[in-house]
């Protein structure tokens, strides 16, 4: 259950744990509300025949001191399993991704683009976070405890419970049927969002560019397309949120009028007591508003699925291992047979051999776009070659990690400003 955990929610073995924590948490929290509704049915009982026995009194008062040292105790409880643990989670899977990122081989980094992962690691990390705190362990909890109750209420009479609890299964069905729909519609307002983002990062770093090619307003038009289409996709996403959840609220909003109405028939007929009425009427109150909580809470976990598959995305890409023993002789490079393409397939390199002997100057001459930078990433192995070896001192490049390799190399970039 932890590994699947772990899986779904992008989580760590410790989050993974701290999350069922959390739910059992909520559930105790949800269940210690209901104590107060307890000792109101016993209280209410007494006044309905003849008033409260004075030797009651102090059971009554030790009952309200009970129940608030309970809410008190199952809050607290509460929010260190879910708070707490959720902000140490989020640091760590924000350590984790960064280090992931840290062994990925460059070639990732052609495919996705820095807005993209810069938004994974903070924005997505962000909203995993308001989840984890409250989505999920409040929408277990409510589950768990409305099972508990309902338990409870059809031992007490199968009849009301049955009036109060139809609309449960309803109003989750039609947030659960609509999954697809908001799933669909979140990768939708997810593009857009990434598109725009792009889009300014690239203006910005672009800037001077655009200004010296009087291109700045021509740009500025295709952005502003681009903000415009996440309002758009943005009021939609909400809207397609809105129309489920507010139709099971209202469902759910049913439940009391027909335990109001059953509850009638059944006073009417003899066959119910007006104290269970009373109960039933106060446990549904109490009951629906958690629930009416949870099917946002439902339909804000069925959209974290987006967040998690990003960032699953980057966790399961394999990373460049090797050993930590450096073993070279000498530091000669030798490139053997090497082919090697980008992402784009096309052959930057074919079958290209040489030696650069250590002590000596070697010089790679040849026209723009050649390959000549290629050659020098591909030594120091910020990518892996498609055919062939490249050896430095005779140790493969390919079997060393790539922070230890990077300890034989000093690299000074065409592209460095001194
Ligand atoms: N990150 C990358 N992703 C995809 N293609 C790339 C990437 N970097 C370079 N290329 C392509 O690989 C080929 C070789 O590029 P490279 O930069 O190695 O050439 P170069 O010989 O260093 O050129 P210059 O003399 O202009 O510096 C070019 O066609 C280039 O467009
Ligand atoms: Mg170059």
């Known amino acids: 259950m932890i590994k699947k955990l772990q899986k779904k929610y992008a989580l760590s073995e410790q989050g993974a744990k701290d999350l069922i924590k959390g739910c059992l948490a909520c559930v105790l929290q949800n269940l210690s509300f209901m104590f107060p509704v307890g000792l109101l049915y016993y209280l209410v009982s007494d006044l309905m025949n003849g008033g409260v026995p004075g030797g009651r009194i102090p059971f009554y008062v030790a009952g309200c001191v009970v129940c608030i040292g309970l809410i008190l105790l199952t809050t607290f409880f509460q929010y260190n399993a879910t708070y707490f643990a959720t902000y140490k989670e989020s640091g760590i899977r924000r350590i984790t991704l960064a280090e992931h990122l840290r062994k990925i081989p460059l070639s990732f980094f052609g495919k996705k683009d820095l807005a993209d992962l810069t938004s994974t690691i903070m924005a997505d990390c962000?909203?995993?976070?308001?989840?984890f705190s409250h989505f999920i362990p409040e929408l277990a909890g409510s589950i768990i405890s409305t099972v508990l109750i309902s338990i409870g209420l059809l031992f007490t009479d199968w009849r009301m419970a049955l009036a109060a609890l139809w609309v449960l299964p309803v109003a989750f069905a039609i947030v659960g049927f609509s999954a697809k729909i908001q799933e669909n519609l979140n990768q939708k307002a997810m593009d857009v969002k990434m598109a725009?983002?792009?889009?300014?990062?690239?203006?910005?770093e672009t800037v001077r560019d655009l200004k010296a090619n009087n291109a700045e307003q021509a740009y500025l038009k295709g952005l502003e397309k681009k903000i415009r289409a996440v309002e758009h996709r943005s009021i939609l996403n909400e809207f397609g949120l809105a129309v489920f959840v507010v139709s099971a609220s209202l469902v759910l909003k049913l439940g009391i009028a027909t335990v109001a109405l059953a509850g009638a028939v059944l006073l009417m007929q003899g066959s119910l007591s007006v104290l269970t009425f009373f109960m039933f009427l106060l446990v549904v109150s109490r009951l629906y508003?958690?629930?009416q909580g949870a099917l946002q809470n439902l339909a804000a976990v069925i959209s974290t699925r987006t967040n998690i598959a990003r960032m699953n995305e980057i966790l399961d890409h394999s990373i460049q291992q090797g050993s930590d023993r450096l073993s070279n002789q000498g530091y000669d490079i030798v490139f053997d047979h090497v082919g090697f393409a980008y992402n784009t397939g096309e052959t930057v390199l074919k079958d290209v051999s040489f030696t650069a002997k250590q002590g000596e100057v070697t010089a790679l001459v040849g026209p723009s776009g050649g390959g000549k930078t290629t050659v020098s990433r591909l030594a120091a192995r910020f990518w892996d070659i498609n055919r062939g070896k490249i050896t430095v001192g005779g140790m493969d490049v390919s079997r060393i990690d790539p922070e230890t390799l990077l300890s034989l190399y000093s690299i000074v970039f065409q592209d460095v400003t001194l």
Do not use: N, V, W
């Open 289 to 291: 508003d958690p629930l």
């Open 196 to 204: 725009c983002a792009d889009g300014i990062q690239e203006c910005i």
């Open 126 to 131: 962000t909203f995993l976070e308001q989840s």
